[in-house]
T-cell receptor
């Protein structure tokens, strides 16, 4: 899951296996959540988002699950490929008195082993 | 498709020097943002713009200034660089505000080191 420490948590998976990356959030006022992928030396790239009124959303090889009861979000990657190696982080949009604010997590390093 | 382009990609400054980071987007997006990324922390918003000629403060604006004179460009300035500003800076853009979408388009980043 996400970490506020100096070292990112790492998930190692074998090529072809499914990956599950987790994210915990704390704000009940979040109205949508996003997953980003960041390859080494590059900028973050949008993967998929999910509204707070949804439990599940599927994209190409990816599925995001939202459990509002325990404030937990997960990204599932099917048939993980070497090109999936990257840092993945979640973000949430919180609606407050100051307007909308996107808050980003610290990320999980996904390593795909051949 | 260029998308979001940042210049320079790397820069080393001495404490007290000034510099400007340039961000250019060719997607005709209204909204543009400057973030910084530090180890162990998530992206933090420095300043943003909701359209040409507008700017607004984000989460960590102190020590930075911005300008949006043209819709496609968003400049981030450091007037007097400090070691605490050593970071990787990302520019991003979106076609509508974050109240409606979390899909931001990011540049490749500018790594700044302040000695």
């Amino acid at each position: 899951g996400e970490s506020v420490g100096l070292h990112l948590p790492t998930l190692s998976v074998q090529e072809g296996d499914n990956s599950i990356i987790n994210c915990a959030y704390s704000n009940s006022a979040s109205d949508y959540f996003i997953w980003y992928k960041q390859e080494s030396g590059k900028g973050p790239q949008f993967i998929i988002d999910i509204r707070s009124n949804m439990d599940k959303r599927q994209g190409q090889r990816v599925t995001v699950l939202l459990n509002k009861t325990v404030k937990h979000l997960s990204l599932q990657i099917a048939a993980t490929q070497p090109g999936d190696s990257a840092v993945y982080f979640c973000a949430e949009n919180v609606v407050g008195a100051g307007g909308n604010k996107l808050t980003f997590g610290t990320g999980t390093q996904l390593k795909v082993e051949l | 498709n260029a998308g979001v382009t940042q210049t320079p990609k790397f820069r080393v400054l001495k404490t007290g020097q000034s510099m400007t980071l340039l961000c250019a987007q060719d997607m005709n997006h209204e909204y543009m943002y400057w973030y910084r990324q530090d180890p162990g922390m998530g992206l933090r918003l420095i300043h943003y713009s909701v359209g040409e000629g507008t700017t607004a403060k984000g989460e960590v604006p102190d020590g930075y200034n911005v300008s949006r004179l043209k819709k496609q460009n968003f400049l981030l300035g450091l007037e007097s660089a400090a070691p605490s500003q050593t970071s990787v800076y990302f520019c991003a853009s979106s076609y509508i505000g974050v109240g409606y979408t979390g899909e931001l388009f990011f540049g490749e980043g500018s790594r700044l080191t302040v000695l």
